[in-house]
């Protein structure tokens, strides 16, 4: 900041002859050197910085006025010239402004310790021990305001998600069937159900033709049934209106959705959501599964209860609409409980499909497909694989935790052809 000159004319002059000035810089004020030095590195924190320099250059003018010799100097005048003076100075004196500069800078890096900025920049720069601490000043990140229908909704599901369950002193379990018509399978249940009586109660869904049962235990299970259409809010309906039958039993505390004959969810996800869904249901919370489940009652009861989210889906979410092929079974549920309780759900299907062959319907397993190692297979599974439908294929694994201990993740597994049931395994 300083420029010495040499006011020798040639070399006639006798080298004692010489003379240097000390030119200061105009209007180089202790405040304007302590802006010049400083004020770029911590742009970031300019208001905060700009009190520890008012605090600095305080402390800095008040040594200055201590320091005679370099008095005028930090006054700041224009053109200050010293008289001449012997080589043979005293060492100390040379270095002064030195002295005073470095004096400035540590005052300063004091200052930064003992008050860290706010911003994690900086933070790291000054003192990154205190970094972790600052994380309290930081403003949270803003959050959506929750819609009327919104608030009134997480309440009712907070509160029936709170309230402890009702222990039954005889549980069951309740298997709600969807079907267009008679059961191919249903020999095969009556066999599943013998030696279990009082254990569990059955409830039949059927959208086409009235079924004919075989079985004692499918007897009078029949539900008001209404036509169902792939892919459409009409498949929410039915799985409603079978869950309604079956929480009229206090006893029923799971409820699992079986099929024999409806097709199953395909591969391909991308694409289906709509922005109409907004504010409520977000891309971020938008799921795919396949519809067949195994819930606790509570799980039941906030279904019935929801409103809102099941009509967003029923409104923005089927087949060709906005040119998108939303299939309301494969998402209302998997995206309603990501948003309303997604710790309690488990990340797989209860329900073994084989997707192997990369087509639009899973692999169907004929009489000749089905031996013991088939089914061997299916049953110890624990690991639960998932492949992307984009053209990476990315594969996702996460080992099926139940209550946290890791156990094969399926329960039932399709699709097996009506000649399997002649089978000998």
């Not at 040639?10 to 810089?25: F, H, M, Q, W």
């Not at 191919?184 to 009235?210: C, I, M, Y």
């Not at 009506?418 to 000998?424: K, R």
Request: with cysteine; proline share 6%.
């Amino acid at each position: 900041m300083e420029q010495l000159e040499d006011t020798s004319e040639g070399s006639k002059e006798k080298p004692n002859a010489k003379r240097k000035t000390i030119r200061v810089l105009k209007n180089s004020s202790s405040h304007q050197l302590a802006q010049t030095l400083f004020l770029p590195t911590i742009a970031s924190d300019f208001g905060f910085y700009l009190t520890q320099i008012k605090i600095s250059s305080f402390l800095f003018l008040t040594t200055c006025w201590l320091m005679k010799g370099v008095k005028d100097w930090c006054l700041g005048m224009d053109d200050v010239q010293i008289m001449p003076v012997s080589r043979q100075r005293p060492l100390m004196k040379k270095p002064m402004w030195i002295i005073v500069l470095v004096l400035f800078v540590c005052m300063f890096l004091i200052c930064a310790y003992i008050y860290p900025p706010k911003s994690s920049s900086t933070c790291n720069i000054f003192s990154s021990k205190r970094c972790r601490s600052n994380a309290d000043w930081l403003t949270p990140a803003p959050t959506r305001e929750y819609t009327d229908d919104e608030i009134a909704s997480r309440a009712v599901i907070r509160h029936i998600l709170n309230t402890p369950q009702i222990l039954s002193k005889n549980p069951k379990i309740a298997f709600m069937f969807l079907t267009p018509g008679s059961l191919p399978f249903e020999k095969l249940w009556d066999n599943f159900f013998q030696g279990h009586e009082g254990r569990f109660s059955v409830f039949v869904h059927a959208s086409k033709t009235k079924p004919i049962h075989m079985s004692r235990y499918f007897v009078n299970r029949n539900i008001r049934s209404d036509q169902v259409v792939w892919g459409k809010i009409s498949m929410i309906n039915a799985e409603r209106r079978l869950l309604a039958n079956a929480l009229q039993d206090p006893d029923n505390q799971r409820f699992v959705l079986l099929s024999d004959s409806f097709k199953d969810p395909g591969p391909h996800g991308n694409g289906r959501y709509s922005q109409r869904m907004l504010p409520e249901v977000a891309m971020k919370d938008f799921r795919k599964g396949a519809q067949w489940f195994s819930m606790k009652r509570q799980h039941a009861i906030i279904i019935m209860a929801d409103n809102l989210y099941y009509s967003k889906f029923r409104t923005y979410c089927q087949p060709g609409f906005e040119g998108k092929n939303c299939i309301a079974d494969e998402h209302y549920l998997p995206t309603f409980f990501q948003i309303v309780d997604p710790g309690g759900i488990a990340n797989w299907s209860v329900t073994h499909v084989d997707w192997s062959e990369r087509k639009w319907h899973p692999k169907s397993y004929r009489a000749q497909d089905v031996t013991y190692e088939l089914l061997k297979n299916i049953t110890s599974i624990d690991v639960s694989v998932h492949v992307s439908s984009n053209d990476k294929r990315e594969v996702q694994s996460w080992p099926c935790l139940w209550n946290g201990i890791q156990k094969p993740c399926y329960l039932f597994a399709r699709k097996f052809t009506p000649g399997t049931l002649d089978s000998d395994h």
